[in-house]
Every structure is written in C-alpha cells, then in structure tokens.
C-alpha cells in the first residue's frame, strides 16, 4: 500500500509535540482540499488547541475556507469536554466533508464514539489506508480490505504508545533505560561509570528522558553518581512548537532506609521541588523529617516477595498506580541494576532500551545492568519482541517490547 502523504504530514506534525504534550497524546492533523494543503496542525502543549482546531485555525489565517474540505488526523477527534471543547463539534461546525483518522481513542469509554457523531452528522469517516467508499473497520489483524502488515495503523497508535497505556490502565508506561559494555555491565565494581556510551547515544538518551514525565532511579545510584537526572542540551534536542516550554521532568528516587543525602543535587538543587524520595514503612524517622523539609516524601508499603530480586522493600505496584494517578504516563527507570531487576522482573516494564558500547568491562563483582536473583531456568527468562537496533556512532541501541508472563 502506498503511504498517504497527507497522513503522513500530519504524523510528522504530531511528533513535534513530543515531550510536550503529556497527560494528553501527541495528534497531528492535515485539511486538504482540491488535493492541496490548507491548513496544518498540532497539539502543541497540553491545555492548548487540539491539532483539528490548529488545522481549521491555519486554513483561515492562510485565507482558505474549509467548508467541503477533508481532514487527516493521527488520531480519532475528541467528543468530550476537558480543558478544551470537543473537537468534533469544531469539525461540524467547519463543513468538513470527510474525516480520515490513524487510530482511535483509546479510552474504552469514548473509543469510536467520536466518530459516531461525526457520521451522524453526515461526516464521512474512513480508517486511513481505506478506500475512501468502505464502510469504518475495527483495527483488527487480518481484517478483509487492508494492508496485512497494518503500518498505517500501527504507526499511529505507536506513537501514543505511552498515553495509550496510560489511559487504560492508569499506571505509567515504563521503559528501563541502561548504557553498558558489551557483557552487560555498567560500572566497575568501585562504581565508576562515565563515560562507557559515546555522545551519540547520550543524546539519545537525553531524547528518551525529554519525552517522559519522570525519571526513576535507585538510592544506589544517588550514592555512586550523584546525578542530576535533568534533561541536558544534548545533539539535536529542540523543541520546534511555538512558544511551547518543556515540563519539567520528575524525578523519583527509591529509598527504603531513607539515605539519600540532604547534599545529594536531587534534594539540593533548584528543582528540588520535582524530587520525591520514595522510603519504607521501616525508614528512620529522623531521616525522613530532614529530606520532607527539602523535598517531597512518600511512604510506600512493603513489597511482593515474589518479585525476583535481592532487595524487594517497596511495593512497585503501589507506587505506579499513585504516580498514574498523578497523571505521570510516562516512567524512564534509569536506576541500577537491583531497580531495573525489580521492574523487569516483577512484569512492571513495557520497553525496554539498551545502549550498547564496543567494550568489554568482565569482573565478577562490577555491576550488572539488570541484577537481582534473574530468572532461575531459561523457561523463565524474560522475552523481548519488536525488536530493534540502531547504530549510535560505535554504539548500538536496543529498544524492544518486554513480553508479559
């Protein structure tokens, strides 16, 4: 199937809200007419126009009526009211002829409900790669009529992957994010860790952390490196919205004992105020008073035992259901290898991605990127699917679908 480059304007429309638009997806939206472009338009930042009205907004400033006109969207218009009105009372309104939509919302509640008002209304709705005569078809595998390979539907709905998630379940999405040499390792047994990725791939990494509403590390971590976990000018992050500013990304500690250090740059620095330090029931009080006078603590209750790591202290299923509840839809665990085993291996993480660096550490005690008690028989390992690699420089990235059990 030839790709439609209506659609996939509005696709590269949508992907510059990235890292901007969070608890709301990114959409990118397309009015032709005659064959020719008439308006462009994107959610440029949460609380903001939706990409539909940008669109209808564009074709007006440019002096175009878009009465008869059709209109490409990533994803189906909003029916309901929030910050924002309906979008498809804006279509109504604007004499929109046909709608071509990449994925519908994926909200159980309000899935192709938008559509039916907008057919009601005498719209014409098609699924893009759809004869624009064919009736609407659910996105389904194998259905009669479209292209096996299902890219166009795919493509849009990968590109909300994280609100998708979010939206159904209300738990972050998660992706473990680790930099390591080629034998899996990411830092001496002293700790030393910087640099073992070229520039490139800290970039990348950069991108990865733009595009998250927060980070996650462990305690270890703040101990050995005392990080920032900022988003750093790195290779070619921009952000190309209007006026639109970054949120800023918060970042989330796992401290069962409470002893991140009151100088450590996340309970110190200007942002102090996005750190939350989460500790356990068992956590000296003391300890716990001083970093609540600096930054934001939470108790979580125990965890699981049957979590596959050494150290399982804190309940992670606990703290994902209240971060969702935040509206954090997005989660980068960049912790050590004990919090990436936990999130991993408890079935908490959805991606993962892996930088690899030609090098070779060895050393039975340097430390692992994934570490706790790891699967005990090679039918309980973990198994990754969409699978794909990218060259960084001399580094090679990973990124793939972490299976469920």
Not at 99 to 117: E, Q
Request: hydrophobic residues 40%.
């Amino acid at each position: 199937m030839v790709a439609n480059p209506f659609m996939r304007l509005a696709l590269r429309l949508a992907r510059r809200g990235y890292g901007l638009t969070s608890p709301n997806p990114m959409v990118g939206a397309v009015l032709v007419k005659g064959g020719k472009i008439i308006g462009r338009g994107w959610h440029r930042q949460a609380g903001g126009p939706h990409a539909e009205v940008e669109a209808l907004r564009d074709a007006q400033k440019r002096g175009h009526n878009p009465k008869g006109a059709m209109l490409y969207v990533t994803l189906e218009p909003c029916c309901t009211h929030g910050r924002t009105p309906p979008c498809t009372e804006a279509i109504i309104a604007a004499g929109i002829k046909r709608v071509i939509v990449g994925a519908t919302d994926p909200n159980p509640k309000h899935a192709g409900k938008g559509l039916r008002i907008l057919r009601k209304a005498g719209i014409k709705v098609n699924w893009w790669g759809e004869r624009p005569r064919e009736p609407l078809k659910p996105a389904t595998p194998g259905s009669r009529g479209r292209s096996p390979h299902r890219q166009p539907a795919d493509e849009c709905a990968r590109l909300n992957e994280a609100f998708n998630h979010w939206i159904v379940n209300r738990t972050p999405f998660v992706m473990v994010k680790a930099a390591m040499t080629l034998d899996g390792k990411i830092a001496t047994a002293s700790g030393e860790s910087k640099w073992i990725t070229g520039e490139k791939a800290r970039a990348r990494g950069m991108k990865l952390r733009q595009g998250s509403d927060a980070i996650l590390v462990g305690v270890n971590t703040i101990l050995a490196d005392n990080p920032s976990l900022t988003i750093r000018k790195a290779g070619n992050i921009q952000h190309s919205t209007f006026n639109a500013q970054p949120p800023k990304l918060r970042r989330i500690v796992l401290d069962s004992m409470a002893r991140t250090p009151l100088t450590a740059k996340v309970v110190s620095d200007e942002s102090a105020n996005l750190t939350t330090i989460v500790v356990g029931n068992l956590a000296p009080k003391n300890r716990v008073a001083a970093l609540a006078k600096r930054v934001k603590v939470i108790v979580a209750p125990a965890g699981n035992s049957k979590l596959k790591t050494k150290k399982s202290k804190l309940d992670l299923r606990w703290l994902l259901k209240k971060l969702g509840k935040e509206n954090v839809a997005s989660l980068l665990v960049e912790g050590g290898g004990e919090a990436n085993a936990s999130f991993l291996f408890g079935g908490l993480a959805q991606r993962v991605a892996f930088f690899y660096a030609p090098k070779i550490l060895g050393g039975k005690n340097s430390r692992k990127a994934v570490a706790g008690e790891g699967a005990k028989s090679l039918t309980a390992v973990l198994h990754l699917r969409e699978v794909a690699w990218c060259r960084l420089g001399e580094d090679l990235l990973l990124t793939a679908k972490v299976v469920s059990s």
